[in-house]
Nanobody, 117 residues
Framework: QVQLVESGGGLVQAGGSLRLSCAAS????????MGWYRQAPGKQRELVAH???????NYAESVKGRFTISRDNAKNTVTLQMNSLKPEDTAVYYC???????????WGQGTQVTVSS
């Protein structure tokens, strides 16, 4: 089992920045993918960005150039730096970890990000 604890989020004006962090503990395989998803009211959960244990990253088109994902493998943490935030970034953001070999997928409890116009 894997536990994911998120921190960060909150309320910010458009154009501002926020930083989300997620710490993983438990049965974490060495080959894994950590990332962030978000879900706005009335919409499906969508990928924001993910990063493999090897450091390869993938971003949603809507956040490219504004968000940066990074990780610390030694600490099993993943961070999402969000700059130039827009009202459409408002959502609950969820941390995710996929253990590649077992295909087990884990989620954090979610943290609210609200961007005011």
């Amino acid at each position: 089992q894997v536990q994911l604890v998120e921190s960060g989020g909150g309320l910010v004006q458009a154009g501002g920045s926020l930083r989300l962090s997620c710490a993983a503990s438990g049965s974490i395989f060495s080959i894994n993918v950590m990332g962030w998803y978000r879900q706005a009211p009335g919409k499906q959960r969508e990928l924001v960005a993910h990063i493999t244990s090897g450091g390869n990253t993938n971003y949603a088109e809507s956040v490219k150039g504004r968000f940066t994902i990074s990780r610390d493998n030694a600490k099993n943490t993943v961070t999402l730096q969000m700059n130039s935030l827009k009202p459409e970034d408002t959502a609950v953001y969820y941390c995710n970890l996929l253990n590649v070999m077992s295909r087990n997928n884990y989620w954090g409890q979610g943290t609210q990000v609200t961007v005011s116009s």
